[in-house]
């Protein structure tokens, strides 16, 4: 077996910040050799609002897991997910040259449906191709070796503020690290947790974070549709702090140890006692009002997911419902909430397909920076030449690194 290069990931979030280096196995796993989590630092919702503490948080994180590792980290790939990011559909039409379609005519096809007029102070982040119709003939997945005169691509193009872009590569590079490129958070969380059969059936994921929540559907094995909602569980610590006179840290630490999203789960009588602010002043919280105030948010976060996904007019088309992971999907009573709303299949996931230094990272909340490892090991081997691919990676792998190719970057 080939020896495979390293990989790096860095997940850049409103609450955390994880880089990851790995190794890829040639049985698309990943074997994780250094780590390093470190506190997010001026970063909201996704967005970088601060240039010099974000820059130093990622530093940090990115000095964490090089020394992990033993090694130096060159470049990376790099979440990004604000709600700036938004995708449409374009649509490219080409004649096919020889009567039965080639390579050359999918290409040509596809880079027509990219030629659109990108607005000023906006940026492509990824090209992903949905289907093609050739002819009458429409929704054809794969057009090689068809027969026919009109071949049309159809693809799903993401775009991000420009700016922000720009801030969050300074910021990286400022740590010494090159951007290879930027994955939008939801589908580097999809790479990490969701199954071949959940892809290909119709499927949503959604990383319910600090500052925003993610959402991307995947249907007949490809991405439909993505959407960034700037909203997340920072806002139930916010509730919370406001509400009840808390320092926003320990209202974090209540809401880890003690909240629920469902009020009639906690008993009514339970009383909690909290340093308030000033010196010597405490506060008594009824148990059952914050899981009150902690559902009514959670309610108001998975309405807003529900209202995504029937704008994206594909909330009919998910037999396999939704997947949840991010941080806040932990909270306790939160995917009952979510049956409840959503009216669809729940299930919780934390990344599975990673091994080696993975104590911390086996959670929710790490869907998206072992996503990243994934993305870039697909990444390299779709820079092998197919013959030499077919040889080394039979089965399900070969298959992924196919699927990976219809994800394109710019
Ligand atoms: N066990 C838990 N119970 C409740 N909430 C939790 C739990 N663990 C983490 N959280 C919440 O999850 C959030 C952090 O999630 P995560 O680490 O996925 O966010 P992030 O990636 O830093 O942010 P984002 O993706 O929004 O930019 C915080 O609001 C935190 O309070
Ligand atoms: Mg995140």
Not at 330 to 349: C, I, M, T
Request: glycine share 10%; hydrophobic share 45%; charged share 25%.
């Amino acid at each position: 077996m080939e020896e495979q290069s390293l990989v790096v990931g860095i997940d850049v979030g409103t609450t955390k910040i994880c880089t990851l280096v790995g190794r890829p196995e040639t049985d698309g796993r990943v074997r994780v050799i250094g780590v390093g989590i470190e506190p997010s630092r001026g970063m909201s919702k996704g967005t970088v609002v601060d240039m010099r503490s974000a820059a130093q948080a990622i530093a940090r994180s990115v000095d964490k897991a090089a020394r992990t590792a033993g090694l130096e980290i060159a470049s990376a790939l790099v979440s990004l997910a604000a709600s700036h990011v938004s995708g449409e559909i374009s649509r490219g039409v080409v004649g096919v040259s020889g009567g039965v379609v080639d390579a050359r005519d999918v290409q040509r096809a596809v880079e027509s449906a990219q030629a659109i007029a990108v607005p000023q102070g906006r940026e492509i982040v990824h090209i992903i191709q949905r289907a093609f119709r050739l002819d009458e003939q429409e929704s054809v997945r794969e057009p090689l070796g068809m027969h026919g005169y009109r071949l049309e691509a159809e693809v799903h193009i993401i775009t991000a503020s420009k700016a922000s872009v720009a801030n969050l590569r300074e910021c990286v590079q400022a740590a010494g690290v090159d951007v290879a490129h930027f994955v939008l958070n939801p589908l580097a969380a999809g790479e990490a947790v969701l199954t071949d059969t959940e892809r290909e059936m119709g499927v949503a994921v959604c990383d319910v974070g600090g500052g925003t929540t993610d959402l991307a559907v995947y249907i007949g094995g490809d991405v439909w549709h993505t959407a960034v909602i700037p909203v997340g569980g920072n806002h139930i610590t916010r509730d919370l702090g406001y509400l009840f006179h808390l320092p926003l840290e320990r209202a974090e630490a209540v809401k880890l140890r003690h909240g629920h999203a469902d009020p009639a789960a906690v008993p009514a009588d339970e009383v909690l006692t909290v340093r308030s602010f000033g010196d010597a002043e405490t506060v008594h919280i009824q148990r059952r009002e914050m899981a009150e105030v902690i559902e009514a948010r959670v309610r108001e976060i998975l309405q807003m997911v529900h209202h995504e996904l029937h704008r994206s007019g594909y909330s009919g088309l998910l037999p396999a419902g939704v997947v949840f992971t991010g941080g806040s999907s932990l909270l306790k009573g939160f995917q009952a909430l979510a049956r409840e709303e959503l009216n669809l299949p729940v299930r919780l996931a934390k990344p599975e397909r990673a091994f080696g230094m993975v104590d911390r990272i086996q959670n929710p909340a790490f869907a998206t920076s072992v996503g990243l490892l994934h993305w870039a090991s697909l990444f390299e081997q779709s820079a092998i030449p197919p013959e030499e691919r077919r040889r080394s990676h039979e089965g399900e792998w070969a298959g992924k690194v196919k699927r990976f190719l219809r994800l394109l970057f710019p």
